[in-house]
């Protein structure tokens, strides 16, 4: 967590969040009221951090990585919208660390040139639309990162990336898996695209494809700037 991340926690009066998240930081909350909910219940929660700010609280919703980047930053900011201008309680957005920039600095340098961030996840996005936009990202010579690789109920969806990526990119290209970025047992690991369907991706895991352009050196994932 940024230190700007951390003082927010310690001014606020309440601590709305996921409940793994909010388990997460249980050393910086102390004794502070927590108002914590389970998966696939984001309206519900931004809904009460918002109407537990209208009431005067100081309120902090806790997102994992940036609350900007698939994080609830979007969803409080809209339903702070529809309450009345005069009651409205301001909202600060403050920048955390994405799972992208987590994971390319333990694999060395890969993102020092355009990259895309795509999520698998189905969930709020239709399965075709996430692969137009990956064979788009393929043929641009992004450098791609993958959010939520893989699931119970969405064990094939990398393996079908991968497929659409190596029409535009040679079966050597570098890959990059970080398992669990920026938590306690983080590790990571880099293969190729041919080898990708072997290697050990779970649903905490960020899949980096690297570029046209790269080389690994002493480990490290290295993408030319130029």
Known sequence: MTPRAVDALEQSDIIVGY??????????????????????????RCQKAVDLAVEGNKVAVVSSGDPGVYGMAGLVLELIQKVDAQKRPECIVIPGLTAANTSAAALGAPLMHDYAVISLSDLMTPWNQIKKRADFAAQGDFVIAIYNPKSRGRATYLNEIRDIVMKYRKPETPVGIVRKAGRPGMNWTITDLKKLPDADVVMQSTVIIENSTPYVADGKMITPRG
């Open 19 to 44: 409940n793994t998240y909010i388990a997460l930081i249980k050393d910086l909350i102390g004794d502070k009221e927590v108002v914590g909910n389970g998966m696939r219940q984001e309206v519900d």
